[in-house]
T-cell receptor
Framework: DTAVSQTPKYLVTQMGNDKSIKCEQN?????MYWYKQDSKKFLKIMFS???????INETVPNRFSPKSPDKAHLNLHINSLELGDSAVYFC????????????FGQGTRLTVV | RKEVEQDPGPFNVPEGATVAFNCTYS??????FFWYRQDCRKEPKLLMS???SGNEDGRFTAQLNRASQYISLLIRDSKLSDSATYLC???????????FGTGTRLQVFP
């Protein structure tokens, strides 16, 4: 039973399209995150939600819009996809904000062509 | 200067070798430190926390040097299954963010 699951695992799409990635955690954690890992393997936080409230919003283009319908779900919608958005997007959760023990989903490999 | 810096490697070592990785951090307000492991095309997973007094978990030993602002990870008796990228992670005290280094790749060969 996967603790943090995200879908889809792979996403190939054309520039200009809009796409969504979904994430769910069954650990009962209060905090969820979206991270982006680029081609140089640099893992950078994008957003963090605690109990459905946005608490971290890094300098991310506003084409990226997270949404947390409840504390077990955090989705990421991306509008007008660009080539530079190609990366692996990881969802994660932790018991509390900034808890060093974060549990990651398997990642969504997004390729924009 | 990057907030968390690591030697990207790769470190190629034979089975049974001892290998050490260092990581430096720039923010002296950093309070918590961790090592994560990421296998190829997989998600990162917590390997161990790093305590001020240092800590050991089996073949793995983590050390923190606050004065010099670096942390280290020592792996003894390397196994083939230790091949992975090791990510240094730092939490700055006044934020809820974990800052990840770019990782050090380890390849253990027979």
């Amino acid at each position: 039973d996967t603790a943090v699951s995200q879908t889809p695992k792979y996403l190939v799409t054309q520039m200009g399209n809009d796409k969504s990635i979904k994430c769910e955690q069954n650990l009962g954690h209060d905090t969820m995150y979206w991270y982006k890992q680029d081609s140089k393997k640099f893992l950078k936080i994008m957003f963090s939600y605690n109990n459905k409230e946005l608490i971290i919003n890094e300098t991310v283009p506003n084409r990226f819009s997270p949404k947390s319908p409840d504390k077990a779900h955090l989705n990421l919608h991306i509008n007008s996809l660009e080539l530079g958005d190609s990366a692996v997007y990881f969802c994660a959760s932790s018991q509390t904000p900034g808890d060093g023990e974060a549990f990651f989903g398997q990642g969504t490999r997004l390729t924009v062509v | 200067r990057k907030e968390v810096e690591q030697d990207p490697g790769p470190f190629n070592v034979p089975e049974g070798a001892t290998v050490a990785f260092n990581c430096t951090y720039s923010n002296s307000a950093s309070q918590s430190f961790f090592w994560y492991r990421q296998d190829c095309r997989k998600e990162p997973k917590l390997l161990m926390s790093v305590y001020s007094s240092g800590n050991e978990d089996g073949r793995f030993t983590a050390q923190l040097n606050r004065a010099s602002q670096y942390i280290s990870l020592l792996i003894r008796d390397s196994k083939l299954s230790d091949s992975a990228t090791y990510l240094c992670v730092v939490k700055v005290g006044n934020t809820d963010k974990l800052i990840f280094g770019t990782g050090t790749r380890l390849q253990v060969f027979p």
